[in-house]
T-cell receptor
Framework: GAGVSQSPSNKVTEKGKDVELRCDPISGHTALYWYRQSLGQGLEFLIYFQGNSAPDKSGLPSDRFSAERTGGSVSTLTIQRTQQEDSAVYLC??????????????FGSGTQLSVL | AQSVTQLGSHVSVSEGALVLLRCNYSSSVPPYLFWYVQYPNQGLQLLLKYTTGATLVKGINGFEAEFKKSETSFHLTKPSAHMSDAAEYFCAVSVGSNDYKLSFGAGTTVTVRA
């Protein structure tokens, strides 16, 4: 597609359930990022994938959060045993390979997660 | 660690008036600074960024920002607001050439009055 695609756009779940959020980056972009935007807060970095390198998971808030990127393209962010404080907009972004001068991030429209 | 503070969560301006969005940062090393914009029902887009060199940076849609090291600021301005400028604006800071570990401000929502 022309841009970064995220699904679902909205997700309502019950506390304790697991959820999966999907991101389709722009074709040809080797770098993929996940951010979280909580109400009234700035965006918070979660995880970064670059090519075949080990992902930078330093932003994941707890071990309930994990992400994978299959085939260097689509990524899935999984939140296990969701808590109410996980409610936020989860944003995915992609970019061309960093260090090439083309590090501009392109963001998807996000997934609004609501944990009841 | 670096951080960003945006002054004012909401700004209302008249069409044709100056738009001024304030951003102050803290960073222990020379920062890379960014402004992103999010229009309704769209993803974030890069407006402009400062890395090195000229401290006045021009971006898309007539916006510009000036890096002032002495004031640790990177305020965003546009001389004449247009209705299409209504959006949420985020200031961000990073360290190094890879901007993925951005620290974002809480955002400023701009409304434009006719």
């Amino acid at each position: 597609g022309a841009g970064v695609s995220q699904s679902p756009s909205n997700k309502v779940t019950e506390k304790g359930k697991d959820v999966e959020l999907r991101c389709d980056p722009i074709s040809g972009h080797t770098a993929l990022y996940w951010y979280r935007q909580s109400l009234g807060q700035g965006l918070e970095f979660l995880i970064y994938f670059q090519g075949n390198s080990a992902p930078d998971k330093s932003g994941l808030p707890s071990d309930r959060f994990s992400a994978e990127r299959t085939g260097g393209s689509v990524s899935t962010l999984t939140i296990q045993r969701t808590q109410q404080e996980d409610s936020a907009v989860y944003l995915c972004a992609s970019s061309q390979e960093p260090g090439t001068g083309n590090e501009k991030l392109f963001f998807g429209s996000g997934t609004q997660l609501s944990v009841l | 660690a670096q951080s960003v503070t945006q002054l004012g969560s909401h700004v209302s301006v008249s069409e044709g008036a100056l738009v001024l969005l304030r951003c102050n940062y803290s960073s222990s090393v020379p920062p890379y600074l960014f402004w992103y914009v999010q229009y309704p029902n769209q993803g974030l887009q890069l407006l402009l960024k400062y890395t090195t060199g000229a401290t006045l940076v021009k971006g898309i849609n007539g916006f510009e920002a000036e890096f002032k090291k002495s004031e640790t600021s990177f305020h965003l301005t546009k001389p004449s607001a247009h209705m299409s400028d209504a959006a949420e604006y985020f200031c961000a800071v990073s360290v190094g050439s890879n901007d993925y570990k951005l620290s974002f401000g809480a955002g400023t929502t701009v409304t434009v009055r006719a």
